[in-house]
Protein backbone atom coordinates (compact mmCIF):
# COMPACT_ATOMS: atom_id res chain seq x y z
CA UNK A 1 0.00 0.00 0.00
CA UNK A 2 1.49 3.41 -0.99
CA UNK A 3 1.79 5.56 2.23
CA UNK A 4 0.33 8.68 2.38
CA UNK A 5 2.93 10.38 4.63
CA UNK A 6 4.06 12.89 2.14
CA UNK A 7 8.12 13.19 1.78
CA UNK A 8 9.11 11.39 5.02
CA UNK A 9 9.03 7.88 4.64
CA UNK A 10 12.81 6.83 3.63
CA UNK A 11 15.02 6.69 6.21
CA UNK A 12 14.16 3.14 7.81
CA UNK A 13 15.07 1.51 4.43
CA UNK A 14 18.34 3.84 4.49
CA UNK A 15 18.97 2.55 8.02
CA UNK A 16 19.87 -0.96 6.38
CA UNK A 17 18.16 -4.66 6.14
CA UNK A 18 15.80 -5.45 8.84
CA UNK A 19 16.12 -8.47 10.94
CA UNK A 20 12.78 -10.08 11.88
CA UNK A 21 12.71 -11.98 15.77
CA UNK A 22 9.39 -13.00 16.71
CA UNK A 23 7.19 -10.68 14.84
CA UNK A 24 8.87 -7.36 15.55
CA UNK A 25 10.89 -5.80 13.35
CA UNK A 26 14.53 -3.79 14.11
CA UNK A 27 16.09 -1.33 12.84
CA UNK A 28 19.80 -1.14 12.20
CA UNK A 29 21.77 2.02 13.03
CA UNK A 30 20.54 4.73 11.42
CA UNK A 31 22.30 6.16 8.27
CA UNK A 32 24.33 9.64 8.59
CA UNK A 33 21.77 11.28 6.94
CA UNK A 34 19.05 10.13 8.68
CA UNK A 35 20.87 11.16 12.27
CA UNK A 36 21.63 14.51 10.77
CA UNK A 37 17.83 14.99 10.16
CA UNK A 38 16.36 14.00 12.98
CA UNK A 39 18.59 16.42 15.03
CA UNK A 40 17.73 18.95 13.02
CA UNK A 41 14.18 18.47 13.91
CA UNK A 42 15.19 18.35 17.71
CA UNK A 43 16.36 21.96 17.00
CA UNK A 44 13.42 23.34 15.01
CA UNK A 45 11.42 21.72 18.49
CA UNK A 46 13.42 23.87 20.63
CA UNK A 47 13.62 26.76 18.63
CA UNK A 48 9.55 26.37 18.07
CA UNK A 49 8.84 26.71 22.16
CA UNK A 50 11.65 28.92 22.82
CA UNK A 51 9.93 31.85 20.19
CA UNK A 52 6.45 31.19 21.94
CA UNK A 53 7.57 31.16 25.61
CA UNK A 54 9.22 34.00 25.17
CA UNK A 55 6.09 36.14 24.75
CA UNK A 56 2.49 34.08 25.72
CA UNK A 57 3.62 34.58 29.79
CA UNK A 58 4.14 38.48 28.53
CA UNK A 59 0.66 38.13 26.53
CA UNK A 60 -1.91 38.76 29.46
CA UNK A 61 0.29 41.79 30.75
CA UNK A 62 0.08 43.43 27.05
CA UNK A 63 -3.47 43.39 26.48
CA UNK A 64 -4.40 44.56 29.59
CA UNK A 65 -1.76 47.58 29.00
CA UNK A 66 -3.74 48.33 25.99
CA UNK A 67 -7.09 48.77 28.13
CA UNK A 68 -8.76 45.13 27.34
CA UNK A 69 -11.08 43.82 30.53
CA UNK A 70 -10.24 40.60 31.54
CA UNK A 71 -13.22 39.64 29.90
CA UNK A 72 -12.30 40.81 26.67
CA UNK A 73 -8.44 39.18 26.84
CA UNK A 74 -10.23 35.85 28.04
CA UNK A 75 -12.35 35.81 25.12
CA UNK A 76 -9.36 36.73 22.80
CA UNK A 77 -7.37 33.71 24.41
CA UNK A 78 -10.90 31.40 23.98
CA UNK A 79 -11.03 32.22 20.70
CA UNK A 80 -7.13 31.32 20.40
CA UNK A 81 -8.26 27.99 21.50
CA UNK A 82 -11.25 27.02 19.50
CA UNK A 83 -8.87 27.85 16.35
CA UNK A 84 -6.46 25.65 17.52
CA UNK A 85 -9.34 22.96 18.23
CA UNK A 86 -10.66 23.03 14.82
CA UNK A 87 -7.30 23.52 12.49
CA UNK A 88 -5.21 20.77 13.95
CA UNK A 89 -7.41 17.92 12.42
CA UNK A 90 -7.24 20.01 8.99
CA UNK A 91 -3.70 20.99 8.88
CA UNK A 92 -2.51 17.41 10.26
CA UNK A 93 -4.36 16.01 7.15
CA UNK A 94 -3.11 18.32 4.70
CA UNK A 95 0.37 17.68 5.55
CA UNK A 96 -0.36 13.96 4.93
CA UNK A 97 -1.51 15.14 1.44
CA UNK A 98 1.18 17.79 0.11
CA UNK A 99 4.19 16.55 2.30
CA UNK A 100 5.73 17.49 5.11
CA UNK A 101 8.42 19.74 4.08
CA UNK A 102 6.01 22.45 2.27
CA UNK A 103 3.09 22.23 5.61
CA UNK A 104 5.95 22.72 7.97
CA UNK A 105 7.30 25.48 5.76
CA UNK A 106 4.09 27.19 5.25
CA UNK A 107 2.94 26.70 9.12
CA UNK A 108 6.55 28.42 10.41
CA UNK A 109 6.08 31.09 8.10
CA UNK A 110 2.32 32.31 8.59
CA UNK A 111 3.39 31.63 12.10
CA UNK A 112 6.51 34.13 12.02
CA UNK A 113 3.95 36.68 10.28
CA UNK A 114 1.51 36.58 13.48
CA UNK A 115 4.16 37.11 15.60
CA UNK A 116 5.12 39.93 13.72
CA UNK A 117 1.71 41.43 13.59
CA UNK A 118 1.63 40.81 17.52
CA UNK A 119 4.71 43.05 17.59
CA UNK A 120 3.33 45.99 16.08
CA UNK A 121 -0.17 45.36 18.31
CA UNK A 122 -1.09 48.74 19.44
CA UNK A 123 -4.70 47.96 20.31
CA UNK A 124 -6.92 45.27 21.60
CA UNK A 125 -8.25 44.97 17.74
CA UNK A 126 -4.39 44.27 16.22
CA UNK A 127 -3.73 41.90 18.88
CA UNK A 128 -6.85 39.92 18.38
CA UNK A 129 -6.30 40.04 13.91
CA UNK A 130 -2.20 38.67 15.28
CA UNK A 131 -3.71 35.22 16.84
CA UNK A 132 -5.81 34.41 13.78
CA UNK A 133 -2.68 33.10 11.79
CA UNK A 134 -1.14 31.48 14.79
CA UNK A 135 -4.31 30.07 15.76
CA UNK A 136 -4.56 28.48 12.89
CA UNK A 137 -1.30 27.24 11.42
CA UNK A 138 0.87 27.04 14.62
CA UNK A 139 0.90 23.08 14.59
CA UNK A 140 5.17 23.15 13.76
CA UNK A 141 5.44 20.72 16.42
CA UNK A 142 2.67 18.30 15.18
CA UNK A 143 3.85 18.28 11.47
CA UNK A 144 7.66 17.71 13.23
CA UNK A 145 6.10 14.49 15.18
CA UNK A 146 4.45 12.91 12.33
CA UNK A 147 7.68 13.33 10.11
CA UNK A 148 9.66 12.67 13.28
CA UNK A 149 7.39 9.15 12.64
CA UNK A 150 7.42 8.92 9.20
CA UNK A 151 11.77 8.80 9.44
CA UNK A 152 12.78 6.25 11.97
CA UNK A 153 11.80 2.51 12.85
CA UNK A 154 8.60 1.75 15.10
CA UNK A 155 11.38 0.43 17.89
CA UNK A 156 13.11 4.06 17.92
CA UNK A 157 10.00 6.19 17.65
CA UNK A 158 9.12 6.32 21.35
CA UNK A 159 13.09 7.26 22.25
CA UNK A 160 12.78 10.20 18.87
CA UNK A 161 9.61 11.23 20.67
CA UNK A 162 10.62 11.09 23.99
CA UNK A 163 14.45 13.17 22.75
CA UNK A 164 12.29 15.84 20.78
CA UNK A 165 9.80 16.13 23.68
CA UNK A 166 12.81 16.82 25.70
CA UNK A 167 14.41 19.50 23.39
CA UNK A 168 11.21 21.54 23.05
CA UNK A 169 10.83 21.47 27.08
CA UNK A 170 14.33 23.42 27.30
CA UNK A 171 13.14 26.04 25.04
CA UNK A 172 10.19 26.35 27.28
CA UNK A 173 12.21 26.44 30.12
CA UNK A 174 14.26 29.34 28.75
CA UNK A 175 12.25 31.04 26.66
CA UNK A 176 10.50 32.66 29.47
CA UNK A 177 13.93 33.86 31.18
CA UNK A 178 15.03 35.55 28.73
CA UNK A 179 11.70 37.12 27.41
CA UNK A 180 11.25 38.36 31.01
CA UNK A 181 14.95 40.13 30.98
CA UNK A 182 13.86 41.44 27.41
CA UNK A 183 10.53 43.04 28.80
CA UNK A 184 12.80 45.57 31.41
CA UNK A 185 13.69 47.60 28.19
CA UNK A 186 11.84 50.14 26.33
CA UNK A 187 8.98 48.66 24.32
CA UNK A 188 10.26 45.53 25.58
CA UNK A 189 6.95 43.07 24.50
CA UNK A 190 7.21 44.44 21.08
CA UNK A 191 11.07 44.48 20.99
CA UNK A 192 10.22 40.07 21.96
CA UNK A 193 7.43 39.79 19.43
CA UNK A 194 10.03 40.80 16.67
CA UNK A 195 12.60 38.42 17.96
CA UNK A 196 10.38 35.76 17.96
CA UNK A 197 9.53 36.12 14.73
CA UNK A 198 12.69 35.91 13.68
CA UNK A 199 13.20 32.61 15.39
CA UNK A 200 10.84 31.47 13.90
CA UNK A 201 12.24 32.87 10.49
CA UNK A 202 15.21 30.97 11.26
CA UNK A 203 13.07 27.96 11.89
CA UNK A 204 11.72 28.13 8.70
CA UNK A 205 15.19 28.70 6.55
CA UNK A 206 16.48 25.54 8.98
CA UNK A 207 13.32 23.72 7.48
CA UNK A 208 14.99 24.46 3.94
CA UNK A 209 18.20 23.40 4.26
CA UNK A 210 17.27 20.05 5.50
CA UNK A 211 18.64 17.09 3.22
CA UNK A 212 15.11 16.80 1.61
CA UNK A 213 16.67 15.34 -1.73
CA UNK A 214 17.94 12.28 -0.27
CA UNK A 215 15.39 11.50 2.12
CA UNK A 216 12.97 11.55 -1.48
CA UNK A 217 15.79 8.99 -2.78
CA UNK A 218 15.62 6.59 0.18
CA UNK A 219 11.72 7.18 0.50
CA UNK A 220 11.68 5.57 -2.99
CA UNK A 221 14.22 2.69 -2.39
CA UNK A 222 12.06 2.23 0.56
CA UNK A 223 8.71 2.00 -1.52
CA UNK A 224 10.56 -0.41 -4.11
CA UNK A 225 12.05 -2.76 -1.26
CA UNK A 226 8.51 -2.93 0.87
CA UNK A 227 6.13 -3.29 -2.32
CA UNK A 228 3.57 -5.37 -1.67
CA UNK A 229 3.52 -5.63 2.01
CA UNK A 230 0.89 -4.71 3.89
CA UNK A 231 0.61 -2.66 6.77
CA UNK A 232 -1.79 -2.51 9.51
CA UNK A 233 -4.32 0.28 9.06
CA UNK A 234 -7.28 1.24 11.72
CA UNK A 235 -9.94 -0.52 10.26
CA UNK A 236 -10.19 -2.98 7.61
CA UNK A 237 -13.53 -1.11 5.21
CA UNK A 238 -11.48 2.22 6.09
CA UNK A 239 -8.18 0.90 4.71
CA UNK A 240 -8.66 3.26 1.20
CA UNK A 241 -9.78 5.81 2.71
CA UNK A 242 -6.56 6.49 4.91
CA UNK A 243 -4.40 5.45 2.34
CA UNK A 244 -5.64 6.59 -0.86
CA UNK A 245 -3.00 10.21 -0.62
CA UNK A 246 -0.07 9.81 -2.99
CA UNK A 247 3.42 8.96 -1.86
CA UNK A 248 6.85 10.47 -2.18
CA UNK A 249 7.64 12.68 -5.68
CA UNK A 250 3.87 12.20 -6.10
CA UNK A 251 3.00 14.50 -2.66
CA UNK A 252 4.72 16.66 -3.72
CA UNK A 253 3.12 17.21 -6.67
CA UNK A 254 0.24 17.18 -5.06
CA UNK A 255 0.89 20.77 -3.18
CA UNK A 256 -0.10 21.89 -6.51
CA UNK A 257 -3.53 20.38 -6.71
CA UNK A 258 -6.95 22.65 -6.66
CA UNK A 259 -7.15 23.97 -3.28
CA UNK A 260 -10.43 22.22 -3.69
CA UNK A 261 -9.37 18.89 -4.75
CA UNK A 262 -6.98 19.16 -1.46
CA UNK A 263 -10.21 19.81 0.59
CA UNK A 264 -12.20 16.98 -0.82
CA UNK A 265 -9.24 14.86 0.44
CA UNK A 266 -8.59 16.25 3.66
CA UNK A 267 -12.42 15.79 4.50
CA UNK A 268 -12.06 12.20 2.83
CA UNK A 269 -9.49 11.52 5.60
CA UNK A 270 -11.19 13.20 8.39
CA UNK A 271 -14.65 11.05 7.94
CA UNK A 272 -12.24 7.26 7.92
CA UNK A 273 -10.29 8.98 11.28
CA UNK A 274 -13.77 9.52 12.59
CA UNK A 275 -15.50 5.99 11.23
CA UNK A 276 -12.45 3.85 12.02
CA UNK A 277 -12.11 2.19 15.73
CA UNK A 278 -9.39 4.70 17.51
CA UNK A 279 -12.41 6.20 19.93
CA UNK A 280 -10.26 4.40 22.86
CA UNK A 281 -7.16 5.72 22.59
CA UNK A 282 -8.92 9.32 21.90
CA UNK A 283 -11.09 8.91 24.83
CA UNK A 284 -7.98 8.00 26.77
CA UNK A 285 -5.99 10.97 25.64
CA UNK A 286 -9.06 13.10 26.67
CA UNK A 287 -8.97 11.64 30.07
CA UNK A 288 -5.46 12.04 30.89
CA UNK A 289 -5.66 15.49 29.31
CA UNK A 290 -8.11 16.51 31.72
CA UNK A 291 -6.63 15.56 34.73
CA UNK A 292 -3.20 16.83 34.14
CA UNK A 293 -4.78 19.79 33.84
CA UNK A 294 -6.93 19.97 36.65
CA UNK A 295 -4.00 19.08 38.45
CA UNK A 296 -1.94 22.42 37.28
CA UNK A 297 -5.02 24.30 37.72
CA UNK A 298 -5.31 25.74 40.86
CA UNK A 299 -1.84 24.76 42.00
CA UNK A 300 -0.60 27.75 43.39
CA UNK A 301 -3.84 28.80 45.20
CA UNK A 302 -4.28 25.43 46.63
CA UNK A 303 -0.41 25.29 48.34
CA UNK A 304 -1.22 29.07 49.74
CA UNK A 305 -4.58 28.22 50.93
CA UNK A 306 -3.62 24.33 52.35
CA UNK A 307 -0.26 24.95 53.38
CA UNK A 308 0.81 28.51 53.44
CA UNK A 309 3.70 28.47 50.96
CA UNK A 310 3.99 32.03 48.81
CA UNK A 311 3.37 31.71 45.26
CA UNK A 312 6.90 31.90 44.66
CA UNK A 313 7.51 28.52 45.78
CA UNK A 314 4.72 27.28 43.48
CA UNK A 315 6.60 28.64 40.25
CA UNK A 316 10.06 27.24 41.34
CA UNK A 317 8.59 23.72 42.19
CA UNK A 318 7.13 23.82 38.42
CA UNK A 319 10.06 24.76 36.99
CA UNK A 320 11.89 21.54 38.92
CA UNK A 321 9.00 19.67 37.71
CA UNK A 322 9.71 20.76 34.08
CA UNK A 323 13.44 19.79 34.10
CA UNK A 324 12.49 16.59 35.37
CA UNK A 325 10.21 15.96 32.39
CA UNK A 326 13.09 16.89 30.53
CA UNK A 327 15.07 14.02 32.21
CA UNK A 328 12.42 11.95 31.41
CA UNK A 329 12.23 12.13 27.52
CA UNK A 330 15.89 11.41 27.45
CA UNK A 331 15.40 8.38 29.56
CA UNK A 332 12.71 6.72 27.62
CA UNK A 333 14.77 4.39 25.40
CA UNK A 334 16.20 2.50 28.61
CA UNK A 335 12.40 2.44 29.97
CA UNK A 336 11.19 0.91 26.61
CA UNK A 337 13.82 -1.24 26.41
CA UNK A 338 12.89 -2.51 29.72
CA UNK A 339 9.29 -3.14 28.73
CA UNK A 340 10.34 -5.00 25.53
CA UNK A 341 8.88 -1.80 23.55
CA UNK A 342 5.44 -2.71 25.04
CA UNK A 343 3.80 0.78 24.32
CA UNK A 344 0.28 -0.74 26.04
CA UNK A 345 1.54 -2.07 29.17
CA UNK A 346 3.88 0.91 29.60
CA UNK A 347 0.94 3.30 28.65
CA UNK A 348 -1.36 1.72 31.40
CA UNK A 349 1.37 1.58 34.29
CA UNK A 350 2.12 5.28 33.44
CA UNK A 351 -1.35 6.19 33.43
CA UNK A 352 -1.57 3.94 36.91
CA UNK A 353 1.30 6.00 38.46
CA UNK A 354 -0.14 9.37 37.42
CA UNK A 355 -3.38 8.55 38.93
CA UNK A 356 -1.54 7.70 41.96
CA UNK A 357 0.59 10.46 42.51
CA UNK A 358 -2.30 13.00 42.00
CA UNK A 359 -4.05 11.10 44.63
CA UNK A 360 -1.27 11.44 46.90
CA UNK A 361 -1.32 15.37 46.09
CA UNK A 362 -5.22 15.64 46.60
CA UNK A 363 -4.61 13.73 50.42
CA UNK A 364 -1.08 15.66 51.35
CA UNK A 365 -0.84 16.32 54.82
CA UNK A 366 2.37 18.48 54.32
CA UNK A 367 4.27 20.02 51.70
CA UNK A 368 7.21 17.19 51.52
CA UNK A 369 3.85 15.15 50.29
CA UNK A 370 3.31 17.32 47.54
CA UNK A 371 7.06 17.51 46.03
CA UNK A 372 7.71 14.08 46.21
CA UNK A 373 3.78 13.64 44.07
CA UNK A 374 5.75 16.51 41.87
CA UNK A 375 8.94 14.59 41.21
CA UNK A 376 7.56 11.64 40.08
CA UNK A 377 4.67 13.03 38.32
CA UNK A 378 6.93 14.55 35.81
CA UNK A 379 8.13 11.37 35.01
CA UNK A 380 4.67 9.07 34.22
CA UNK A 381 3.42 12.42 32.44
CA UNK A 382 6.04 12.48 29.95
CA UNK A 383 6.51 9.49 29.36
CA UNK A 384 2.44 8.64 29.41
CA UNK A 385 2.74 11.91 26.58
CA UNK A 386 4.89 10.00 24.86
CA UNK A 387 3.39 6.13 24.60
CA UNK A 388 -0.31 7.72 23.80
CA UNK A 389 0.86 9.13 20.52
CA UNK A 390 3.09 6.40 19.75
CA UNK A 391 0.18 3.97 20.15
CA UNK A 392 -2.09 6.19 18.15
CA UNK A 393 0.31 5.76 15.44
CA UNK A 394 1.07 2.37 15.87
CA UNK A 395 -3.04 0.96 15.62
CA UNK A 396 -3.45 4.06 13.11
CA UNK A 397 -0.82 3.65 10.77
CA UNK A 398 1.79 5.67 9.64
CA UNK A 399 0.24 6.06 6.20
CA UNK A 400 -1.96 8.83 8.05
CA UNK A 401 0.30 10.10 10.99
CA UNK A 402 -0.43 13.92 10.24
CA UNK A 403 -3.96 13.28 10.52
CA UNK A 404 -3.71 10.80 13.43
CA UNK A 405 -1.54 13.71 15.44
CA UNK A 406 -3.87 16.46 14.08
CA UNK A 407 -6.88 14.59 15.59
CA UNK A 408 -5.49 14.04 19.11
CA UNK A 409 -4.19 17.66 19.48
CA UNK A 410 -7.98 18.42 18.77
CA UNK A 411 -8.67 15.70 21.54
CA UNK A 412 -6.21 17.85 23.65
CA UNK A 413 -7.59 21.17 22.89
CA UNK A 414 -10.77 19.93 24.00
CA UNK A 415 -9.29 19.07 27.62
CA UNK A 416 -8.15 22.41 27.56
CA UNK A 417 -11.56 24.11 27.18
CA UNK A 418 -13.44 21.66 29.34
CA UNK A 419 -10.69 21.72 32.27
CA UNK A 420 -11.07 25.53 33.75
CA UNK A 421 -14.95 24.70 33.78
CA UNK A 422 -14.38 21.29 35.51
CA UNK A 423 -11.66 23.02 37.98
CA UNK A 424 -13.77 26.27 38.87
CA UNK A 425 -17.03 23.95 39.62
CA UNK A 426 -15.00 21.84 41.61
CA UNK A 427 -13.12 24.48 43.69
CA UNK A 428 -16.28 25.78 44.40
CA UNK A 429 -16.40 22.66 47.14
CA UNK A 430 -12.84 22.28 48.51
CA UNK A 431 -9.29 23.36 47.32
CA UNK A 432 -8.53 19.69 46.65
CA UNK A 433 -11.54 19.21 44.43
CA UNK A 434 -9.94 19.77 41.12
CA UNK A 435 -7.40 17.18 41.71
CA UNK A 436 -9.91 14.92 43.40
CA UNK A 437 -12.08 15.23 40.03
CA UNK A 438 -8.44 14.78 37.95
CA UNK A 439 -8.11 11.03 40.00
CA UNK A 440 -11.45 10.10 38.78
CA UNK A 441 -11.55 10.75 35.35
CA UNK A 442 -7.78 9.01 35.40
CA UNK A 443 -9.10 5.84 36.48
CA UNK A 444 -11.68 6.16 34.29
CA UNK A 445 -9.27 5.88 31.60
CA UNK A 446 -7.23 3.17 33.39
CA UNK A 447 -10.70 1.84 33.13
CA UNK A 448 -10.96 2.15 29.14
CA UNK A 449 -7.54 0.76 28.48
CA UNK A 450 -8.33 -2.31 30.54
CA UNK A 451 -11.43 -3.04 29.03
CA UNK A 452 -9.68 -2.82 25.36
CA UNK A 453 -6.43 -4.82 26.23
CA UNK A 454 -7.25 -7.96 23.81
CA UNK A 455 -7.46 -5.25 21.12
CA UNK A 456 -4.15 -3.56 21.95
CA UNK A 457 -2.43 -7.45 22.81
CA UNK A 458 -3.79 -8.77 20.00
CA UNK A 459 -1.55 -10.02 16.92
CA UNK A 460 -0.27 -6.82 15.30
CA UNK A 461 -1.69 -4.08 16.90
CA UNK A 462 0.91 -3.84 19.65
CA UNK A 463 3.83 -5.89 18.30
CA UNK A 464 5.93 -3.61 15.93
CA UNK A 465 5.52 -3.68 12.22
CA UNK A 466 7.74 -4.52 9.99
CA UNK A 467 9.17 -2.19 8.29
Known amino acids: RRSAAGTGRGYAAAAGRMEEDGGRGAAASPAPVSTRFVRCLYAVGFLDLFGVSMVVPLMNLHIKSLGASHTVAGIIGSLYGIMQLFSST ?39 ISRVPVGIFKHTLSISKALLSDLVSERDRPLVMGRFNAASSVGFILGPVVGGYLTELEDGFYQTSFICASIFLLNAGLVWML ?41 NESFFWSPWIQLATVLKRIKAIACSDLWDIFLVRLLMSVAILLYYSNFSLALEERFGVKPLFAGYLMSYSSALGVLAGCLLGPITRLYQHNTYRLLLHSSTLTCTLILLYASALSIWMVILSSTFLAFSTTIGRTCIIDLELTIGGNEASGTLLGVGQSVTSVGRIVAPLLSGFSQEFSPCGPPSLGVGLALAAILVMNANKQKYCSHGNVNLKNQ
Not at 91 to 109: E, H, Q
Not at 218 to 245: C, E, I, P, T, Y
Open 211 to 251: PWNEENTNNRQHQQDNKGRDSFSVKANHDQGLNSAPNGAMA
Open 90 to 128: FVGCWSDIVGRRYSLLACILVSALGYFLLGTSTTVLLFA
